[in-house]
């Protein structure tokens, strides 16, 4: 079966411009996670779901920021207003259940702020 | 605050040598360890973890608790293990075991 999708694949944003990335996680898997990774750094964790629920997002920067899942299937990763420093890979990983389960990661959304 | 290290940006090694990649971290609590590598265009994949002992196309990784370390190791390098790594502690709080990455090891075995 497919992997976890993103889309877009790039996007190039003008500061101040709202985005949504979308993630398409593995079919039946519970858990989904939104990483952000800036250049010449590892990813790091913004929010986490389980099914519908947001359970943490601790990691997200600011209230520009938001992310959902309704249906417990597909997460939007909306961000406001978007600042040069919001420019990285934002990755989505979806896993079937609990930490010792392998997480599947998704080729990530190349953002560019201009 | 959790933390991880990897303290080598850039690793090079013949083909044939042995290639240790380090890994230090600072965690509170027990952590799950994992490396996690993405080769050139493809997507961050989980080599091998911890809980597992296992060893992953010759890979193998040593928990060592005394010195929060979970290093790499591979007896022999081979050119198609190029790629970047990254070390990534998790641990199972709030039912998310979300991993704190480091900043990984782009590691080159030169033919």
């Known amino acids: 079966g497919a992997g976890v999708s993103q889309s877009p694949r790039y996007k190039v944003a003008k500061r101040g411009q709202d985005v949504a990335l979308r993630c398409d996680p593995i079919s039946g898997h519970v858990s989904l996670f939104w990483y952000q990774q800036a250049l010449g750094q590892g990813p790091e964790f913004l929010t986490y779901?389980?099914?519908?629920?947001?359970?943490?997002k601790s990691g997200l920067p600011s209230d520009r920021f938001f992310a959902e899942r309704p249906e417990g299937s597909v997460s939007t990763l909306k961000i406001q207003r978007t600042q040069q420093e919001d420019s990285a890979v934002y990755l989505c990983?979806?896993?079937?259940?609990?930490?010792?389960?392998?997480?599947?990661f998704g080729p990530g959304t190349r953002l560019l702020v201009l | 605050a959790q933390r991880v290290t990897q303290p080598e940006k850039l690793l090079s090694v013949f083909k044939g040598a042995p290639v240790e990649l380090k890994c230090n971290y600072s965690y509170s609590g027990s952590p799950e360890l994992f490396w996690y590598v993405q080769y050139s265009r493809q997507r961050l994949q989980l080599l091998l973890r911890h809980i597992s002992r296992e060893s992953i196309k010759g890979f193998t990784a040593d928990l060592n608790k005394g010195e929060t370390s979970f290093h790499l190791k591979k007896p022999f390098a081979q050119e198609e293990d190029s790629a970047m790594y990254y070390c990534?502690?998790?641990?199972?709080?709030?039912?998310?075991?979300?991993?704190?990455f480091g900043d990984g090891t782009t590691l080159t075995v030169k033919p």
């Open positions: 779901f389980q099914n519908e629920a947001q359970l943490d």
């Open positions: 990983a979806s896993r079937y259940g609990t930490l010792e389960e392998t997480q599947y």
């Open positions: 990534a502690p998790a641990v199972n709080n709030t039912n998310a075991g979300k991993s704190t």
